[in-house]
């Protein structure tokens, strides 16, 4: 007897999904990834404003777009190898599918709670509370690197890491990123040296 989808592990239901495309599998697979885009969209769009239920849903709508389109190609690109890999890289079109609706919100202002920030050592001495409080100004400063040929992975890299408080660890196991620790280290040292080169950083005030 085969186990119901209820009981396959997300890796294996994954592969199950993309090799059958039985509606089944897909309702489970959403199912069980549902709950989590929407608590990273949530805890994303928290640090701007309070959002409503109605914008989460959309939101999470949104994201399931993205994965869903062009013949599932971004689950396909997933190096399912290990049974998390799967929840890192969907937290990852979460938060950027959040973050890519806040941009363009013009009138957000941020509402950081300091408490809730982690702030580790970091490259050059730039933190997360100053990331935070300055991250309009770093935004338009980093589209001057928009000409690099590796500028949506480093940026993604760097919003990982002092937005969303990953590590450099744990930023080097998402699919697609093809870095080493030490290599996202290095991306995260170089942007913020550039930032800091631009003119922002640690000794500006307000």
């Not at 697979?29 to 994303?44: D, E, G, M, S």
């Not at 049974?83 to 890519?100: C, M, P, R």
């Not at 920030?117 to 980093?142: H, W």
């Not at 660890?169 to 280290?185: A, C, D, N, W, Y």
Request: glycine letters at 4%; a negative charge; proline letters at 6%.
């Amino acid at each position: 007897m085969q186990p119901q989808p209820s009981e396959t592990p997300i890796r294996e239901l994954l592969d199950l999904c993309l090799r059958t495309e039985d509606e089944r599998h897909w309702r489970e697979f959403v199912h069980r990834t549902q709950p989590l885009i929407a608590k990273v969209i949530i805890n994303t769009l928290r640090r701007w404003r309070d959002p409503s239920p109605s914008l989460v849903d959309d939101l999470v709508q949104e994201a399931f777009l993205k994965l869903f389109a062009n013949d599932r190609k971004a689950l396909r690109s997933i190096r399912n190898e290990y049974e998390n890999t799967i929840f890192g890289y969907l937290k990852v079109v979460a938060s950027n599918v959040a973050f890519d609706h806040s941009r363009v919100q013009k009138n957000i202002v941020p509402e950081v709670e300091l408490d809730d920030l982690v702030v580790p050592p970091s490259p050059d001495g730039f933190d997360r509370i100053q990331f935070m409080r300055l991250k309009e100004q770093i935004e338009n400063c980093l589209q001057g690197l928009s000409t690099s040929e590796t500028y949506e992975r480093d940026v993604t890299i760097f919003w990982l890491y002092y937005e969303q408080g990953y590590s450099a660890r744990e930023i080097s196991e998402l699919p697609g990123i093809g870095l080493s620790v030490k290599g996202v280290e290095a991306v995260v040292q170089r942007l913020a040296r550039f930032i800091k080169e631009s003119g922002i950083g640690p000794h500006e005030s307000g």
